[in-house]
């Protein structure tokens, strides 16, 4: 039931209507005079106010002005009289939310009381509504914050630096880890410094084009690369660079650069090559000491020979010393032409030559060496493979290691009922790429020598050796632009296989 005020001097008038809305379900309250009606309205805050606009003291006008200050959203409907519409304008225009004359008819009441309902209800509506959009705005607006919050942290928390620009490529967002690689603070760099300044002029100029050249759609991705930056004091700092144009709508707003430093990565690569280096320096140094220790003790044992078949005049001691002091002799020249084959650094001297008359000359050579140990050589040449182009002496060198380990093979093999055999083959085995394959049967290896056979000094011939040879085989065959590869079983041989491109031009 809603509350209504009703104000007029005349008792029989406040009697007559109190009645009539009573029946329409207010619940009325009366006064005689204006001040007595703002004491009641100041108590019960009625959502409508009936007022007449003549009365002694205090007029319905003045009423209207004060309960508009106290509560705007009251309806306040103005009872006139006959010839009083200039008093019902004014009314209107104080913020009456309508009027009615004397005598006052109920459906004219009705009326007046159902337009004033009306326009309360759409003020509550309008209420909730923006009392409801106010909390939507408010709520989005929070979200709004702690996203930017959020995304800022974590900008800020990076360890990569991050540098974004204007489409103008003045630098807008410039986090702690740019800070870090730069040495820039965010407000230095912050609207007062460009991509210019912080990028090389390749970078900067690729961003440019980006930011003024590049329509929507086209490349605008800097992937990877490593570059240097200079910081502040100058220095050059190690970066990875990637970045991005972009866009808003297919406009470009501006780009986003991410840099990892690098510095403290290429310094442990420093480190670590060092230590390689001297690593390889003290394992190269060790196995060669070893090497010529090995050598030193064959040629002392040869000179020892020599010397007592001089004192006991002895000619076939005599012929088996110098024999020792003569492999040993061989042995260091090997030595000293595999360390300068493999320390040097050089192109292959290319010659149109034949393959199969390199392997030819290599079984010529090794033939009666591998008699003398009981190992056949078996010869299986591709005729189809014609004049190619190779360095004949290098690939010459190759096919002789190959060959003279394989003869060692068969003769360190325990197995003494074998029929030892060296098998050489060539073949063609595209129109690009010509084979080599070196076989045995001998002692073979297991994996854990096959992981060692070419590294440098590792040698299963126990001081026969130079430890070298493979190792001077693979560095020719890389330099050729092919491969070697190694299959092999312990007690069943091995295959040393090379495979070589075919060039069409010396």
């Known amino acids: 039931m809603s509350t209504l005020l009703l104000i007029d001097d005349e008792e029989g008038i406040r009697k007559v209507l109190s009645l009539s809305l009573r029946k329409d379900g207010y619940q009325v309250l009366t006064a005689e005079n204006g001040g007595k009606a703002l004491e009641a309205f ?38 006139t009289g006959h010839g009083e519409l200039e008093l019902a304008i004014q009314a209107l225009q104080l913020g009456a939310s309508d009027f009615i004359t004397k005598p006052v008819s109920d459906e004219a009441l009705s009326i007046a009381l159902k337009r004033a309902e009306q326009k309360l209800e759409m003020k509550r509506r309008l209420k909730e509504y923006t009392h409801d959009l106010e909390s939507m705005v408010k709520a989005a607006t929070d979200e709004l914050r702690r996203r930017y919050e959020f995304e800022d942290k974590l900008i800020q928390a990076s360890i990569d630096g991050i540098v974004a620009t204007n489409e103008k490529g003045s630098v807008l967002i410039f986090n702690e880890g740019a800070s870090r690689i730069f040495g820039y603070s965010r407000l230095e760099a912050i609207r007062g410094m460009d991509i210019e300044d912080l990028y090389p002029a390749e970078i900067a100029r690729e961003i440019k084009e980006g930011l003024y050249g590049r329509k929507y759609g086209e490349e605008h991705i800097f992937r990877w690369k490593e570059i240097n930056v200079k910081a502040k004091d100058g220095q050059e700092m190690p970066v990875r660079f990637s970045g991005a144009i972009l866009y808003e709508k297919e406009e470009v707003v501006g780009s986003v650069g991410f840099l990892q430093d690098l510095k403290e990565i290429k310094r442990l690569e ?31 044992g040869g000179v020892y020979v020599v010397n007592t078949a001089f004192k006991s005049n002895n000619p076939e001691q005599l012929k088996t010393g110098w024999d020792m002091v003569n492999r040993n002799i061989g042995k260091v020249s090997d030595l000293v032409m595999d360390l300068l084959n493999y320390s040097k650094e050089r192109e292959p001297d290319y010659q149109r030559c034949f393959l199969n008359a390199i392997a030819g000359e290599v079984c010529d050579l090794m033939e009666l060496a591998a008699q003398e140990v009981g190992v056949k050589i078996i010869r299986n040449f591709d005729q189809a493979i014609g004049e190619v182009a190779l360095d004949p002496k290098g690939i010459h060198r190759c096919v002789l290691n190959l060959v003279s380990n394989a ?13 030892c055999v060296v098998e050489v083959k060539t073949a063609l085995e595209d129109k690009d790429t010509v084979v080599i394959e070196v076989s045995d049967n001998g002692c073979g290896m297991d994996e854990e020598v096959k992981n060692k056979i070419f590294t440098s000094f590792f040698s299963t011939k126990s001081g026969a050796g130079t430890g070298l040879g493979l190792l001077v085989t693979q560095k020719i065959i890389k330099e050729h632009g092919g491969t070697i590869t190694v299959e092999s079983e312990p007690g069943k041989g091995s295959t040393f296989a090379i495979r070589l491109p075919l060039r069409e031009n010396v």
Request: proline share 4%; charged share 30%.
């Open 42 to 79: 100041r108590r019960n805050l009625p959502r409508v106010v009936l007022t007449d606009i003549k009365m002694p003291g205090m007029d319905g006008i003045e009423v209207l002005k004060i309960i508009k200050q106290i509560e705007p959203d009251t309806e306040v409907i103005v009872i």
């Open 407 to 419: 003869i060692d093979a068969c003769h360190f093999d325990l197995d003494r009922k074998k029929d």
């Open 270 to 300: 420093q480190d670590l090559i060092e230590s390689e280096r001297l690593a390889a320096i003290g394992q190269t140094v060790a196995g060669l000491a070893h090497c010529v220790k090995n050598i030193l003790y064959g040629l002392k």
